[in-house]
């Protein structure tokens, strides 16, 4: 029987989830409501897949939660959210989830989607698909891993650096120059004094910049060579 550990802040939501789940034939292993008591369940006890809110009590939301889970854990995760708008599901739209449930969501739609994140995440663990590493980031007192492939750019300012993810965004009294050298050079290209940015999510660029998704990024002069050859183009 698969078990799984639900993390929600509603406390009437979380008992008709673990009725229903129940009925399901899945064993609910624990109900909590925030990231500290779910990383210390998670060290004492496994689990096979994490039933998430987004919005839950404490500094960290259910978004830096997966994160710290994902870094420590080969578990799937179905985010919950009662946030229906494309900007909002689009910043959870990422590698560090097996999918989500928009509230109120019907029977049908939570088994759906705890079968489907079950079977995606064996299916990425058939295939040996792992992160490939992560940066390690303090927010709000507390260690973030942030997976390299969340990364999307990086821009200067000053004496800090603005970290700019899938998910969100981070601040960090740190200079560039410094995350340059941490993340690994096959992934992340200099392409101007002020930004660094993941090759991956770079979907069109010229002489002048790169665009990833709607953010426009200018390159330094005589890169755009370079840029050619890293994206072996």
């Given at each position: 029987m698969k078990k799984i550990l639900i993390v929600e802040d509603e406390q009437e939501l979380a008992n008709n989830i673990c009725e229903i789940l129940a009925n399901l034939n899945y064993k609910v292993a624990a109900v909590v409501d925030n990231a500290v008591s779910a990383l210390e369940f998670l060290e004492a006890?496994?689990?096979?897949?994490?039933?998430?809110?987004?919005?839950?009590?404490?500094?960290?939301?259910?978004?830096?939660?997966?994160y710290k889970i994902r870094d420590?854990?080969?578990?799937?995760?179905?985010f919950s959210t009662?946030?229906?708008?494309?900007?909002?599901?689009?910043?959870?739209?990422?590698?560090?989830?097996?999918?989500?449930?928009?509230?109120?969501?019907?029977?049908?739609?939570?088994?759906?989607?705890?079968?489907?994140?079950?079977?995606?995440?064996?299916?990425?663990?058939?295939?040996?698909?792992?992160?490939?590493?992560?940066?390690?980031i303090m927010d709000k007192g507390y260690l973030v891993?942030?997976?390299?492939?969340?990364?999307?750019?990086?821009?200067?300012?000053?004496l800090y650096t603005k970290v700019y993810t899938k998910a969100k965004s981070y601040l960090i009294r740190d200079i560039l120059k410094s995350f340059e050298e941490k993340l690994p050079s096959k992934q992340f290209l200099r392409v101007h004094k002020s930004f660094l940015v993941n090759i991956s999510f770079i979907n069109s660029f010229n002489a002048k910049k790169v665009n990833l998704g709607e953010t426009s990024i200018p390159?330094?002069?005589g890169l755009y060579k370079e840029l050619l050859e890293k994206l072996n183009l």
């Open positions: 006890n496994s689990v096979d897949l994490v039933l998430m809110d987004i919005l839950i009590h404490g500094d960290l939301d259910g978004i830096d939660l997966a420590s854990y080969d578990l799937p995760i179905v009662a946030y229906s708008g494309t900007e909002y599901l689009e910043r959870i739209s990422s590698d560090i989830h097996e999918g989500y449930l928009l509230k109120p969501f019907t029977l049908d739609s939570l088994k759906t989607a705890v079968f489907f994140g079950l079977k995606h995440h064996e299916e990425k663990l058939a295939k040996g698909k792992k992160e490939k590493g992560s940066l390690k891993p942030v997976p390299y492939s969340e990364i999307t750019y990086l821009k200067a300012d000053g390159i330094r002069r």
